[in-house]
């Protein structure tokens, strides 16, 4: 199966600083996502990064906030932005080869 | 109502015995359905995926699709210790874009 690589795994911030998230996957692929999952809940999609274009949102989550970068076929990153306590959760990046999607390992986020 | 339905459990299985997780779905138009497995503190795990009514069978794992029912199933056979996780159902289709819609997950805890 493919290989997504997060970075970093975990990760204690103060609030109002940033933290940026990176994805690296082993083989090209055109779409790349990124969830947040909070305790004990489902996964929520984020936004759905394309190469070469910008960064489609779902209700909820704004640019300005999780700005998104994907400079090529194996990349991503996911900045989250003046973080707040609620911004603790647990981020996945997404990616997706013919029908079947696959995980990266996650990144534990803390905002204290 | 939710997109996808699924028993949050907990679910407890004796060891060597049959765990039956279910999941249903409202878009009717949906094609694609996959289990994830995800283990307390990872990432989730892609363990089957379905495309055609029926049973579709991998080692102890038989997935099952009932489209007229909007329904999709998971049995675990001879359930292990190790299989305690959260099991995860996401559907895909045309009407949902590039998104995969996942439940709440279902707890499964196999008793030695």
């Known amino acids: 199966s493919a290989v997504i690589s997060q970075k970093p795994s975990r990760d204690i911030c103060q609030r109002g600083t940033s933290l940026t998230i990176q994805c690296q996957v082993d083989?090209?692929?055109?779409?790349m996502f990124w969830y947040r999952q909070q305790p004990g809940q489902s996964l929520t999609l984020i936004a759905t990064a394309n190469q070469g274009s910008e960064a489609t949102y779902e209700s909820g989550f704004v640019i300005d906030k999780f700005p998104i970068s994907r400079p090529n076929l194996t990349f991503s990153t996911l900045t989250v932005s003046n973080m707040s306590p609620e911004d603790s959760s647990i981020y996945l990046c997404?990616?997706?080869?013919?029908?079947?999607?696959?995980f990266g390992q996650g990144t534990r986020l803390t905002v204290v | 109502q939710k997109e996808v339905e699924q028993n949050s459990g907990p679910l407890s299985v004796p060891e060597g015995a049959i765990a039956s997780l279910n999941c249903t779905y409202s878009?009717?138009?949906?094609?694609?359905f996959f289990w994830y497995r995800q283990y307390s503190g990872k990432s989730p795990e892609l363990i089957m995926s379905i495309y055609s009514n029926g049973d579709k069978e991998d080692g102890r794992f038989t997935a099952q699709l009932n489209k007229a029912s909007q329904y999709v199933s998971l049995l675990i056979r001879d359930s292990q210790p190790s299989d305690s996780a959260t099991y995860l159902c996401a559907v895909n289709g045309p009407n949902t874009g590039n998104q995969f819609y996942f439940g709440t997950g279902t707890s499964l805890t196999v008793i030695p």
């Open positions: 083989s090209q692929v055109t779409m």
């Open positions: 997404s990616a997706r080869w013919g029908l079947e999607a696959f």
């Open positions: 878009d009717r138009g949906s094609q694609s």
